[in-house]
């Protein structure tokens, strides 16, 4: 339960005067232009786009401006800003093999149709600090020395790149495209035949969800949840050990069929990066062993991200392949329900919101039960006293102190130690003086049965 907070309309107008001169900076230093971030932190807007679920550099590269670079802020911000777009229609199916790349790597075969593709890369670079960047490239990186980008006209043509993974499909030791046709994934049947697919944006998600609807999930999920789980698919949590078939980044055109016409129509192009990986099956049933696939496609430049999407999508398949859920990336209500960034931040920060009410009635809980406990151990020490006030010495040295004691008595009286001490018993009538058997024995002295030793009744 919430409260309304009074009085705190100036304190929160400061706070936004606040975080907007903090986003600006220092004003001796020129602001940074939302023209900049589009070409200058493109890996940063190429994020905020595929987690935001909008295709638009410049109001993602907007958004990071006005989230002072907090990408997750700025994910909230553009998925925020989609919920009032209109949808006018849908595009048909990507065709990524027809792709103009940009990029295009394999790590299963070194010599590939059309060969190994590097592109822009961190893979090669050293991970050291370059200084020359301090000088706005003044030093060895000057624009000058900065080769221009290749043009769509510079590109091979699609056809240059067959499939990587068709080399396997030609010999039949990889599984169809659509996966292992079930009866429960309507999906994996032909296109033309299925119903449309679930759209995640319009419709809650239910399980078990279909890999249509997983993939949805997992194009928008947060990479770092995603990277820690395809991490751990290969440390013993899954049980995978897959290879990168081939991933791909560069453009492809995206057609639509408006109402009027009877074909479809280009209406422009997206950056995507794709990532195929390559998994062994032992084989179950009527199904051979052969190697299975995980698939992961994302906006723009996203390699990292479209990597782990292909191992979570393999391992939330291992119902499908009959393999045991024993491992969190494998359990799809886990995955899917914890993978969105924005929900996930939403319900963590909800905490720094007023939660007085709450946290009153917790704290009264508490003070109840630090009573109740402190009532029950003084009422447990008050029983414990009354039941012990004449606690007998088990000690060791105080028992021979005590019969230590008992003998020099005796001799005194002069007894034996043999009679007064040995052999007391509670019934010592005729076996001490009736002076020493009351402090030895603690019980009234009997009759003597014969005369008393003399000197001992003093």
Same mark, same amino acid.
């Given at each position: 339960?919430?409260?309304?907070?009074?009085?705190?309309?100036?304190?929160?107008?400061?706070?936004?005067?606040?975080?907007?001169?903090?986003?600006?900076?220092?004003? &001796?230093?020129?602001?940074?232009?939302?023209?900049?971030?589009?070409?200058?932190?493109?890996?940063?807007?190429?994020?905020?786009?595929?987690?935001?679920?909008?295709?638009?550099?410049?109001?993602?590269?907007?958004?990071?401006?006005?989230? &002072?670079?907090?990408?997750?802020?700025?994910?909230?911000?553009?998925?925020?800003?989609?919920?009032?777009?209109?949808?006018?229609?849908?595009?048909?199916?990507?065709?990524?093999?027809?792709?103009?790349?940009?990029?295009?790597?394999?790590?299963?075969?070194?010599?590939?149709?059309?060969?190994?593709?590097?592109?822009?890369?961190?893979?090669?670079?050293?991970?050291?600090?370059?200084?020359?960047?301090?000088?706005?490239? &003044?030093?060895?990186?000057?624009?000058?020395?900065?080769?221009?980008?290749?043009?769509?006209?510079?590109?091979?043509?699609?056809?240059?790149?067959?499939?990587?993974?068709?080399?396997?499909?030609?010999?039949?030791?990889?599984?169809?495209?659509?996966?292992?046709?079930?009866?429960?994934?309507?999906?994996?049947?032909?296109?033309?035949?299925?119903?449309?697919?679930?759209?995640?944006?319009?419709?809650?998600?239910?399980?078990?969800?279909?890999?249509?609807?997983?993939?949805?999930?997992?194009?928008?999920?947060?990479?770092?949840?995603?990277?820690?789980?395809?991490?751990?698919?290969?440390?013993?949590?899954?049980?995978?050990?897959?290879?990168?078939?081939?991933?791909?980044?560069?453009?492809?055109?995206?057609?639509?069929?408006?109402?009027?016409?009877?074909?479809?129509?280009?209406?422009?192009?997206?950056?995507?990066?794709?990532?195929?990986?390559?998994?062994?099956?032992?084989?179950?049933?009527?199904?051979?062993?052969?190697?299975?696939?995980?698939?992961?496609?994302?906006?723009?430049?996203?390699?990292?991200?479209?990597?782990?999407?292909?191992?979570?999508?393999?391992?939330? +398949?291992?119902?499908?392949?009959?393999?045991?859920?024993?491992?969190?990336?494998?359990?799809?209500?886990?995955?899917?329900?914890?993978?969105?960034?924005?929900?996930?931040?939403?319900?963590?920060?909800?905490?720094?919101?007023?939660?007085?009410?709450?946290?009153?009635?917790?704290?009264?809980?508490?003070?109840?039960?630090?009573?109740?406990?402190?009532?029950? &151990?003084?009422?447990?020490?008050?029983?414990?006293?009354?039941?012990?006030?004449?606690?007998?010495?088990?000690?060791?040295?105080?028992?021979?102190?005590?019969?230590?004691? +008992?003998?020099?008595?005796?001799?005194?009286?002069?007894?034996?130690?043999?009679?007064?001490?040995?052999?007391?018993?509670?019934?010592?009538?005729?076996?001490?003086?009736?002076?020493?058997?009351?402090?030895?024995?603690?019980?009234?002295?009997?009759?003597?049965?014969?005369?008393?030793?003399?000197?001992?009744?003093?």
């Amino acid at each position: 339960m919430y409260v309304a907070v009074k009085g705190g309309e100036k304190a929160i107008a400061r706070a936004h005067e606040q975080l907007a001169r903090d986003r600006r900076g220092d004003p &001796a230093v020129p602001e940074i232009g939302v023209d900049q971030i589009q070409g200058q932190l493109p890996l940063a807007v190429d994020r905020v786009m595929a987690e935001g679920s909008l295709y638009d550099p410049e109001l993602a590269a907007l958004a990071i401006k006005q989230a &002072a670079g907090d990408l997750v802020e700025a994910i909230f911000l553009l998925r925020a800003y989609r919920t009032t777009l209109p949808r006018l229609g849908s595009t048909a199916p990507l065709e990524t093999g027809k792709m103009l790349i940009k990029r295009r790597i394999s790590a299963t075969f070194k010599d590939i149709p059309g060969g190994q593709v590097l592109g822009p890369t961190f893979d090669y670079t050293q991970r050291l600090l370059d200084d020359s960047l301090l000088d706005n490239g &003044a030093a060895a990186g000057t624009t000058a020395d900065i080769p221009a980008a290749a043009t769509p006209a510079d590109l091979p043509e699609p056809d240059a790149f067959p499939r990587v993974l068709g080399i396997l499909d030609d010999e039949g030791l990889i599984e169809p495209a659509g996966g292992h046709r079930l009866e429960n994934n309507h999906h994996d049947g032909p296109r033309d035949s299925s119903p449309p697919p679930p759209d995640l944006t319009r419709e809650p998600l239910e399980f078990p969800a279909g890999r249509e609807l997983r993939l949805q999930n997992l194009a928008r999920a947060d990479e770092g949840f995603l990277l820690a789980l395809g991490y751990a698919t290969q440390r013993g949590f899954g049980n995978t050990h897959p290879f990168a078939g081939e991933i791909r980044v560069g453009e492809v055109e995206l057609f639509c069929t408006p109402e009027e016409l009877d074909f479809p129509v280009a209406i422009g192009a997206i950056q995507v990066t794709e990532c195929e990986m390559i998994n062994q099956f032992h084989g179950r049933d009527q199904i051979p062993p052969q190697f299975t696939r995980g698939y992961g496609l994302t906006f723009g430049y996203n390699e990292r991200k479209a990597m782990s999407m292909a191992l979570v999508d393999r391992a939330l +398949r291992a119902a499908e392949l009959g393999e045991p859920l024993d491992s969190p990336a494998r359990d799809e209500e886990f995955v899917l329900y914890h993978s969105d960034n924005v929900e996930a931040s939403g319900f963590v920060q909800h905490l720094k919101l007023p939660h007085y009410v709450d946290f009153q009635s917790e704290l009264l809980l508490v003070r109840r039960l630090r009573a109740e406990r402190d009532a029950t &151990a003084k009422e447990n020490r008050a029983r414990d006293t009354g039941t012990h006030t004449n606690p007998v010495s088990t000690s060791p040295a105080a028992d021979d102190r005590s019969i230590a004691a +008992r003998e020099r008595r005796v001799k005194t009286a002069g007894g034996s130690s043999e009679t007064g001490i040995n052999e007391f018993s509670g019934d010592c009538a005729g076996k001490c003086s009736a002076a020493c058997c009351a402090e030895c024995c603690g019980k009234a002295p009997g009759q003597a049965a014969a005369p008393a030793v003399e000197g001992t009744n003093r």
